[in-house]
């Protein structure tokens, strides 16, 4: 019954079933709970031997909370678990009509700015983006649950682009806003 | 609890029952000591009765003076006299030039990569220039509280990169201080208001000093302070508005205008008073007598409001910037908490009160209230509260990068992100029978190596020879509690440690760091070498008595028989070597008992996790677990 932080996987560090759907809540409690006992604060006085270990183990519960937080990083651990290590920076998708469509999207974001009204077009951009992030998000978990890895892994594929293009869309509201307030 | 924490009474090695530890805000313009006495905190005053000591160190004849006597040869002798040092800190000769507006030093020519001064007394750097203001502190300090220190928290500006952060704990080794931790100053000013106790919500900090500005936006949990966002401008403050100041008053006076750097020290000094003056008044006169230079003028709130209103408008730009970073809008801030002697300029509070919509606390005076906070987390990392709730939890306040092919800078741990925090990276090598690789670690946001700042350049020696692309190269990037960066090397095929040899970009190389050591330290050689014998014996003695309390509670419980007599041997060396004269020796078999108990440190505090996490389980995990079933 003892927690053994660098033993743990990231699910089991916060007592979380391993599953898409987690509860954040209850994850930020777990990591709280554990970050009061395990921070380099707590040693600050104490041997450089118990220091290094809880830089570790706090370094270990705050890349879980990262990876667990982010829905991309997320799904990929979830297939690590599997035994299926991918690297995400070489991952990319061949479905050729998601393609294009991600094509026209960003054709579009490139001349957003001389379009009429340019905040309420990326307003309602990162809306669709939200909508098919999150088809692509259930897509992954009926997936992962029906143990279908390979299509697990396409959409995995295919919500990495909508990160980007959610991030885009952000950078330029946030370009436009920083133009607006001169 | 830890296990170095547990001592019999009676058999402490340290006199004190309460750990002597102070919290240092050492400032650009103005630096602090504060200390919790009797569960208060009080800022420590000099011999006549002064808090705030002036962040000023004169080169002079007959010595070296920091403080209220430095200030007085900042106009009859500026070149020996070092003020806004902290400008400097973590900087390399390019921002020297580029800063050079504002100050007027000479810089020596030098191999090193940090900028030195070139004063009467000899060449000095940054940190030995900050290294004499934090003496002066910590004898004030051990004076005022009659006894040694074990150790400082030393607050610096969310803002600070890697070098910044290093150069601060390199001035703190050389003036003898132990760093309990680096706290940034926002935090430290919102510990100060006690926004930990029962305060749940999102607050902005506003830190507006002399010569940084920092605008954090932390949430607050049941005593866990979360830094959500970190932003500001490590180049603008107070500063820049006497700067903007005596641009106008150099305006005013047109051709009668000679400069000198006594002019300019003085006209700096003329538009500091004025800017103070008028928080209360509507206008004031300004008279300046300079040598050959003579000039009289009246300045009133509204003149000067327009001179500053555009660097105000800079820092709210940088308060939008960390709303959004921060994913919160202006209408979740429930409080702003406002920090740095600029803040009591009015405009400052108008327009700040204006962007966030709601209330300012001011009701600490803004020039002590970060090393308020700091005093208070430093008695708690002394071990003096053990069962203080308070923890902070802090972020990275600039991404970290690696340099790419083309120029190209690949993030390896984005800002924000919770720290400490390690991430590994593999490399191969791309010639066969390469034995080394350079990496060249940088940080910022831009994607550019030339817009990021340079960190370092390791140097990874030591790769077993292989044909090209077969050896794994794992490079970890470890990021501890203050911020500063570590990395190590592995080679995975054949687990050979890979030497990594780091080259600062803008600090000072650890044999540099040596170097000035030693030269500070003014005992003969062999009073050098009985004082660090006298040093390890303390330290054997402390970890063989935390030992063997730590034994005494559950060593039964968590060791076996073989790990009880492997440990019971290395000890037992131990204090044969603690009474030998052998300072070497000592250290290596700390080193070796340590190794052994390795495990058995590992089980203690992961035993203390369980044990913490059953005492919470009792209610919220008993629905938890139902939902993991459904």
């Known amino acids: ?182 | 609890m830890a296990l170095l924490q547990i001592a019999e009474p009676g058999q402490s090695t340290t006199p004190h029952q309460h750990r002597l530890a102070v919290g240092i805000d050492l400032g650009t313009t103005n630096s602090l000591v504060a200390t919790v006495r009797s569960g208060e905190v009080t800022t420590l005053a000099d011999a006549n009765g002064k808090h705030l000591l002036p962040s000023v160190v004169h080169y002079g004849e007959d010595g070296v003076q920091v403080g209220e006597e430095a200030l007085k040869y900042s106009v009859s002798d500026p070149y020996n006299t070092i003020v806004s040092v902290k400008r400097y800190m973590g900087r390399g000769h390019a921002d020297v030039q580029g800063d050079d507006a504002h100050h007027s030093y000479h810089f020596a020519d030098t191999d090193s990569t940090v900028p030195r001064f070139k004063t009467r007394r000899g060449e000095v750097s940054a940190i030995e220039v900050s290294a004499e203001i934090l003496k002066v502190l910590k004898q004030r300090a051990e004076e005022s509280l009659g006894g040694e220190l074990v150790g400082a928290v030393i607050t610096v500006p969310a803002y600070f990169d890697d070098a910044q952060r290093q150069a601060t704990k390199d001035a703190a080794r050389l003036a003898g201080l132990e760093v309990l931790r680096l706290l940034n100053e926002p935090t430290a000013a919102a510990v100060a208001y006690g926004l930990d106790t029962g305060n749940e919500g999102v607050i902005a900090v506003y830190d507006l000093g002399g010569g940084t500005f920092d605008i954090s936006i932390l949430r607050l949990n049941k005593g866990v302070f979360e830094v959500l966002a970190t932003g500001g401008n490590s180049s603008l403050g107070g500063d820049d508005f006497d700067y903007a100041i005596s641009q106008w008053i150099i305006e005013q006076a047109g051709e009668s205008y000679r400069e000198t750097p006594e002019s300019k020290r003085l006209i700096m000094q003329q538009a500091k008073a004025a800017k103070e003056q008028l928080a209360e008044a509507q206008s004031v006169d300004i008279t300046i007598d300079s040598g050959d230079f003579h000039w009289q003028g009246t300045l009133d709130r509204d003149t000067m409001e327009e001179l500053i209103r555009p660097l105000v408008q800079k820092t709210l730009m940088s308060c939008r910037r960390a709303l959004r970073d921060a994913g919160v809008d202006n209408e979740d801030i429930s409080e702003v908490v406002m920090v740095g002697g600029s803040t009591r300029t009015l405009l400052v509070r108008e327009m700040v009160a204006g962007f966030f919509d709601c209330e300012l606390l001011t009701g600490i005076d803004p020039d002590k209230v970060v090393a308020t906070g700091a005093a208070l987390q430093a008695d708690v990392l002394a071990g003096n509260k053990p069962d203080d709730e308070m923890l902070l939890l802090d972020v990275i306040p600039l991404s970290l990068g690696i340099e790419t092919m083309g120029g190209l800078v690949e993030k390896i741990i984005h800002r924000n992100t919770a720290i400490p925090v390690s991430r590994a990276q593999d490399f191969t090598t791309y010639k066969d029978g390469q034995t080394a690789m350079a990496i060249h670690v940088l940080q910022g946001e831009r994607e550019l190596v030339s817009d990021c700042r340079s960190l370092a350049r390791f140097e990874l020696r030591g790769i077993p020879p292989q044909v090209a692309g077969a050896a794994r190269i794992r490079v970890t990037f470890q990021v501890d509690a203050d911020g500063l960066l570590i990395v190590s090397a592995r080679e995975e095929n054949s687990g050979v440690e890979a030497s990594v040899d780091v080259k600062p970009s803008y600090g000072l190389s650890d044999s540099e760091v040596e170097t000035m050591l030693r030269d500070s330290i003014e005992h003969a050689e062999e009073d050098m070498h009985l004082r660090m014998l006298r040093e390890q014996q303390v330290e054997a003695d402390r970890v063989i008595e935390a030992l063997d309390s730590a034994l005494a509670v559950d060593g039964d419980e968590l060791l076996s028989e073989k790990e009880k007599t492997a440990i019971a041997a290395a000890r037992e060396e131990l204090l044969q070597a603690r009474d030998g004269n052998d300072t070497n020796v000592i250290e290596e078999k700390i080193k070796q008992l340590e190794a052994v108990c390795e495990d058995y440190v590992a089980r203690r505090m992961n035993s203390n996790i369980k044990s913490a996490m059953q005492g919470h389980s009792i209610e919220e995990y008993a629905s938890d677990s139902e939902a993991g079933d459904s």
């Not at chain 1, 990262?66 to 991309?72: E, G, S, Y």
């Not at chain 1, 979830?78 to 995400?88: A, E, R, T």
């Open chain 1, 1 to 182: 019954m003892t927690k053994d932080i660098l033993a743990s996987n990231f699910f089991e560090l916060f007592d979380l079933p391993v599953a898409y759907d987690i509860d954040t809540g209850k994850m930020q409690q777990a990591y709280m709970a554990l970050q009061k006992q395990v921070h380099p604060d707590r040693f600050a006085s104490a041997s450089d031997q118990e220091k290094r270990i809880s830089m570790q183990q706090t370094s270990w519960i705050n890349e879980a909370q990262t990876t667990l937080k982010d829905p991309v990083q997320r799904a990929a651990y979830m297939l690590k678990l599997k035994g299926l290590d991918i690297n995400l920076h070489n991952e990319t998708t061949m479905d050729a009509a998601f393609l294009m469509q991600q094509l026209e999207m960003r054709e579009r974001l490139e001349n957003i700015k001389k379009e009429a009204d340019p905040l309420a077009a990326l307003d309602k951009m990162a809306k669709d983006v939200k909508q098919s992030s999150s088809e692509l998000m259930q897509g992954f978990a009926r997936a992962y649950e029906e143990d279908r890895l390979d299509d697990a892994r396409e959409y995995i594929r295919k919500l990495q682009f909508m990160q980007k293009a959610k991030n885009q869309i952000n950078n330029l509201i946030a370009d436009i806003e920083d133009e607006l307030m001169g």
